[in-house]
């Protein structure tokens, strides 16, 4: 059956409900399969034409070019470090018991290399793994005498899978602080951010190595 409908033309003409790309871009995938139930190209379909100009503007507010170009730089490099962690944590592994095995496993060596960034001592520290139910992703925890930090990904924690907090100090009656996933996997940086903000003990300096006295032969 062939047949055409006029709400992707009224969402054209007044697009002021679309307000973010999520819903323009489920607009225009509506209206694209509209035409097809029309028999129209939506190629030349003016309703869809405006729609993606519509898309652009959106687009061209959230920042310019350059800014963009450089945040997708960033991303391939991260993503080239940690493929497996940072695609998880955008695609949350639910019900997906080998990519949820995954996630602790990365995460947990994630925990281990800040622990090292924060010149924790072997055996002051604990790295443990918390899997939780089938329907999410459980967390990963590293906990030590001064701080716990814990890592979960999946849409509820996007943007703030990080959580962390002093467990002594002044500011161990401090709220929760949050972090994105991207943080976590620059291990230096970050320990970094949580001595400021947690008013840690600062890293400790290696001693240089005294110098060697040559005696004449």
């Known amino acids: 059956m062939i047949y ?3 709400f992707r033309h009224q969402q054209a003409l007044d697009p002021s409900a679309l307000t973010n790309v999520l ?5 225009i995938t509506k209206g694209v399969e509209d035409c097809r139930n029309a028999g129209v190209d939506p190629n030349s379909d003016p309703a869809i034409s405006l729609l993606i100009r519509h898309m652009g503007r959106i687009a061209s507010n959230q920042a310019s070019e350059s800014v963009l170009r450089s945040a997708c730089e960033r991303r391939i490099e991260e993503l ?3 493929p497996a962690l ?3 944590s955008i695609r949350g592994v639910e019900y ?3 990519a949820k095995e995954r996630f602790h496993v990365d995460g947990r060596k994630a925990m281990r290399s800040l622990a090292r960034a924060l010149a924790l001592a072997e ?5 443990s793994s918390h899997p939780g139910d089938i329907s999410i992703s459980g967390d990963v925890v590293l906990q030590s005498a001064d701080l716990t930090v814990s890592l979960s990904v999946g849409p509820l ?3 703030h899978e990080v959580r962390y907090t002093a467990r002594r100090g002044p500011a161990a009656r401090d709220r929760l602080r949050y972090a994105a996933i991207h943080e976590l996997l620059k291990p230096e940086r970050f320990a970094a951010r949580l001595r400021r903000e947690l008013q840690l003990e600062p890293a400790p300096v290696a001693s240089p190595e005294p110098a060697q006295i040559l005696l004449p032969a």
């Open 157 to 159: 924690h996007e943007g």
């Open 80 to 82: 080239r470090r940690f």
């Open 86 to 88: 940072l695609a998880l």
């Open 23 to 27: 819903t323009t871009l489920h607009a």
């Open 96 to 98: 997906d018991q080998a």
């Open 123 to 127: 055996g002051s520290y604990e790295v």
């Open 4 to 6: 055409d409908v006029p």
